[in-house]
DNA sequence: GTTAGCACTCAAGTCTACCGAGTGCCAGTG
DNA sequence: CACTGGCACTCGGTAGACTTGAGTGCTAAC
């Protein structure tokens, strides 16, 4: 009751006392889903003060737009901007110890090419956090030919299997309706492996203009390959956990705009790399811009390889979200993940 | 009360009557959605017969499992084998022409490897039926080895790179701790190609047991092969219009069970295969035997190709859905599918 | 600045009544 | 004797009236 002054510290643009109700909202309402009233904040503070007190902050706190109200007699939520606050002035935690243990042991154990170990992470992810899990690896744009091979497949088909210095193969199909002899593949193959290997899939190939069959395979090897370019380039993504979606928010119609986000490949990478480019680990509510997912949250962790962003993870919920665990969990298993890369290039 | 033959023709084990009014209630119910009454029967019938002797009918139907009522005073509804009796009596239809154009303009204008294709096809069933399609592309368990080649990642990784003669193209890690110059990985690959061009994955192979660099790559890469070889027989698996789920259901707890199992991927292959064996092409409610699908129906049709089924395509909605469209587009695309395969093999 | 007190608001639950779609039964009819 | 019209009955759904209680905003007092 009685009055000493206010305490200096001010956190953010908020005086320590409002942050210290807001920060009592949020967790009160991650944990109940129910708008949370000045007792309820009152009595989970160690602030000390009475509902009554509470209520004047709550009420500038909803005037500066960080709470909310569904109706005039229920309690307060809060909003995209209070979630905002809260998780800026999150202090770093760490993952507990099982899970810690569960993420050492995965990567202890995890075998495989990198596409499978990227799709059994997005798995773990969401099994970890309960959540639906998002995870990009990275295009080859940058990755150099290391072998390129023509393979007859039959008179007038032959598929050209490309290797890249990252590890990845691609393959295309390559049609010759004139027809063409096995050695001239062959020599057909050899030719292309002069000519591609060490170039990148942005640089111009000179191509031979001659008009005989190896010429003409090497020409349509070449052109299969750069045409396909821009698809190749194109990042692989992997979706844990879509039924997560179902658990999280109530509305059906919710449910089915956010699941036919992410059905679209392109978007979900571009949504993640344009959350990675702004530099922040989360994007809430609407600020990514997304309408559909307004009403979630998306926390990225990148993976860096060598100075290199090779990937990213992402993990989507609603914005009632446990934001300390679900960060530190996208944390460890980023770190993990980078080092198990690290450790072993190309498996 | 009283006990009178039953007439005459019968269709199944039902009496022509029985029939039309057992399909006027499964149309009727899956447009409105409602429980269905004896005047609505009356009123879409031909039969001329008042809604009384509808409703005697009806009790028999329900006595005898084909109809449901879900209270006294309600209508009544199909149950699963009153499903099952609609679709085993079902005229083929024939998909409509704006459809059918659109089938056919898809597979005239895809392009890309049989993956991209199979993906794209997903897509395609789900846009045009409005469920949730699933596209198994076969493993090449019978394919044989058309090339190997073993890569030079770094000093000590490899890829082994493998070209099947469906046109499938595989990839290994193989490490070598003690490290091989380039002409020991070259002259492997020579190896490797003489050791397992024209064999299965199934068939053992006579490694050299010597222990110079060479013999040691060319073990690790045979071994890298065959061990992984139960997973790359695994099919493919594209899912499309994953969303459609919550469309299809409103129990939220129910999409998410059904969202649960299309996660599951193995789980999904056997489902498409046990369909598939059964020689039905539909599958309701529960007669597949997965309890969380047991509010849904799946129709399943065999892509052939040489006389030997190389993949399926499914559709999987409520029970609830129109069978004879859905089941035409589905024969539909399966034909378009092989026919497309047929056409151009490899491509 | 803080608080207790109080009047006020409003979603949610309960109760009642009622409507109407649909049924099952039965007696009458061609 | 199959069919029908008539009728009493059932029961889910809706609407309105009332109550409850959580939570608020305001204000006067400390």
Redesign the pocket.
């Known amino acids: ?1 009685a ?1 000493r002054r ?1 305490p200096p510290v001010a956190s953010g643009d908020l005086d320590a006392r409002k942050a210290t109700i807001l920060r009592a909202v949020v967790t009160e309402h991650v944990d109940t889903a129910q ?1 949370v ?4 904040v009152a009595a989970a503070t160690d602030l ?6 509470v ?2 902050e ?2 500038a706190l ?1 005037r500066e737009g960080y709470l909310a ?1 569904p ?6 939520v809060p909003t995209d901007k209070g979630y905002r606050f809260f998780v800026d002035h999150l202090e770093r935690g760490a993952v507990g110890a099982a899970q810690q243990s569960r993420v050492r042991d995965f990567f202890a154990h995890v075998r495989g090419e990198m596409e499978d170990v990227l799709e059994q992470t997005s798995k773990l992810l969401s099994q970890l956090t309960s959540h639906t899990s998002v995870v990009v690896g990275a295009g080859h744009s940058r990755a150099s030919v290391l072998s390129v091979q023509l393979v007859n497949l039959d008179a007038h088909h032959h598929l050209l299997v490309t290797v890249f210095s990252d590890g990845t193969v691609t393959k295309h199909s390559v049609m010759d309706a004139a027809g063409a002899s096995a050695p001239d593949v062959a020599e057909a193959s050899r030719q292309l492996n002069a000519l591609l290997i060490g170039t990148t899939l942005g640089s111009r190939i000179q191509v031979p203009s001659r008009a005989d069959a190896v010429a003409r395979l090497v020409r349509e090897a070449t052109s299969a390959l750069h045409e396909a370019a821009p698809t190749i380039e194109g990042e692989q993504v992997y979706i844990g956990g879509s039924s997560r979606v179902a658990e999280a928010f109530d509305g059906v119609e919710t449910v089915r705009a956010v699941l036919s986000i992410l059905e679209q490949e392109l978007v979900v990478v571009s949504l993640i790399e344009d959350i990675l480019d702004a530099d922040v680990a989360v994007a809430i509510g609407s600020e990514h811009g997304l309408e559909p997912l307004s009403a979630c949250a998306v926390i990225v962790a990148p993976v860096v390889l060598e100075g290199e962003t090779v990937g990213a993870l992402g993990l989507l919920g609603p914005t009632r979200m446990r934001y300390r665990e679900v960060m530190a969990t996208a944390q460890a298993v980023s770190d993990e993940l980078t080092r198990h890369f690290g450790g072993e290039p190309g498996a």
Request: avoid cysteine; charge should be positive.
């Open positions: 009751m009055r206010p708008p009233g000045s007792s309820a000390e003060v009475s509902p009554a007190t209520r004047t709550m009420v909803e109200q109706h005039t007699s229920a309690g307060r």
